[in-house]
């Protein structure tokens, strides 16, 4: 039974990724979708084409670890494809916010990544692939998105690390990094309206992003960077101090 697991499946870039995912592999025999609302879970699953199977799972609970790994080893799929897309981000200083709203994203953007690759990875084989969703933010620390941005940079140095892990096994693993999107994110995160920078930012479009990324992640890429006004961000990112970098890129 070849399957994909979508994590972070109900909203945004994770609905662009169902749709990327279900146009592009027809054939596959299932699709999990994983997220904490079953109900937009299980809307997107009434117009699949595609068999899918809900998973309404809160993945900053270890509790969805347990459940997943007793259901992987019951039904022993072949996972072709993994897309980590579950993640939160807050736009404040860490001394003005809460300690559960920060740890919630360590716990969303690395702890729940970790766990779910490290349980999907004895069930993929040759020709499979780990889809990680970074940010931009993972390229340098970010002033009022401190917790982000070092969660991203996470993502970013896990993914490129597990890669060469998986060379052998010929099993690929991609991080996307996107800049903005119009997407649930800006208000989740408390980002609109509230951020001159991210009104000056190229915006790009999630279902472009979501399918790019699948089929970068086929063909064996490493990393995907939307837009070239990002990649050249990621080149400063990599020539100039960081310090100079949060002063000229505040949010």
Known sequence: MNIA?????????????FRSVTARYPDLDAIWLIARREERLREMAAGSAVPTVVLP???TDSASYETLSAR??????????LINNAGLG???NVADSDWPTQSR????????????TTLALPYMAAGSFVLNVASIASFAPNARMTVYSSTKAYVLSFSKGLREELKAKKINVLAVCPGPMKTEFLEVADITGRSPMFKLLPYSDPDKVADRAVVL???GRAVYTPR?????????AKLLPHSLIMKLCKT
């Open 5 to 17: 697991i979508l994590t972070g499946a109900s909203a945004g870039l994770g609905k662009s990724f």
């Open 57 to 59: 799972f809160d993945l």
């Open 72 to 81: 992987l080893a019951a039904e022993k799929p072949c996972v072709k494809m």
């Open 90 to 92: 807050q736009l404040d």
């Open 105 to 116: 994203m360590v716990d969303l953007n690395c702890r729940a990544l970790t766990a779910v």
């Open 217 to 219: 992640a086929a063909k």
């Open 228 to 236: 070239l006004f990002f990649k050249f961000y990621r080149i400063l």
